[in-house]
């Protein structure tokens, strides 16, 4: 089955505990995205890459990372989570030509930094 | 990024009516990608219907049409024969072609009414 896997589902923490959230896929997907749903805002853009190290900033990337060091995976890291960082989050993929193919999205990760 | 808006936070409508939910953007962009996403309470993103910017015919999946006027920049996602199940808030989405960020409106909230 075609998936976006995304681990934890919830996770509950404190300040300055350095955490990572995974993502990965198996559709063999070339871009993949990371971005945070918060009441009010819709989803924001964190970080994307459009293929194995290369990746870029979206638009609130402050206070995260990201690495793709395989085309399967692209976990999101909070060195230093602070609480403005609880949130919802979603990982999602496809295939190049983001403008013409639907992102697949993953289950969801709910953070709360406390 | 481009903006996105949807002025409709919340929606209600009459179990087995049609609704429409508003979306217009902003761009200069000659191509480019518009989307329309549910997102349940259970929280997962589901992706419901795209249409290009060249196509012609406006895109049709099941009972979700999009509305397509382009000189008005809009893109309104139709519901006809309103369900319970569609309760859920509900997203739409830009993507400019070559571009590698998705922009999301903040969304609305539809009730279906029995």
């Known amino acids: 089955e075609a998936q976006v896997t995304q681990n934890p589902r919830y996770l509950i923490t404190v300040t300055g505990k350095k955490l990572t959230v995974t993502c990965s896929q198996n559709?063999?997907?070339?871009?993949m995205s990371w971005y945070r749903q918060d009441p009010g805002l819709g989803l924001r853009q964190i970080y994307y890459?459009?293929?194995?190290?290369?990746?870029d900033k979206g638009d609130v990337p402050e206070g995260y990372k990201v690495s793709r060091k395989e085309k399967r995976n692209f976990p999101l890291i909070l060195e230093s989570p602070s609480p403005n960082q609880t949130s919802l989050y979603f990982c999602?993929?496809?295939?190049?030509?983001?403008?013409?193919?639907?992102?697949?999205f993953g289950d969801g990760t709910r953070l709360s930094i406390l | 990024a481009q903006k996105i808006t949807q002025t409709q936070p919340g929606m209600f409508v009459q179990e087995k009516e049609a609704v429409t939910l508003d979306c217009t953007y902003d761009?200069?962009?000659?191509?480019?990608?518009l989307f329309w996403y549910k997102q349940p309470s259970s929280g997962e993103m589901i992706f419901l219907i795209y249409?290009?910017?060249?196509?012609?015919q406006n895109a049709t999946e099941g009972r979700y049409s999009l509305n397509f006027q382009k000189a008005r920049k809009s893109a309104n996602l139709v519901i006809s024969a309103s369900q319970l199940g569609d309760s859920a808030m509900y997203f739409c989405?830009?993507?400019?072609?070559?571009?590698?960020?998705?922009?999301f409106g903040k969304g609305t909230k539809l009730s279906v009414i029995p």
């Open positions: 249409q290009g910017s060249y196509d012609e």
């Open positions: 890459s459009m293929n194995v190290e290369v990746t």
């Open positions: 999602a993929s496809s295939s190049q030509g983001l403008s013409n193919q639907p992102q697949h």
């Open positions: 559709m063999n997907h070339e871009y």
């Open positions: 989405g830009y993507a400019g072609a070559g571009s590698y960020q998705l922009t």
């Open positions: 761009t200069s962009d000659q191509s480019y990608g």
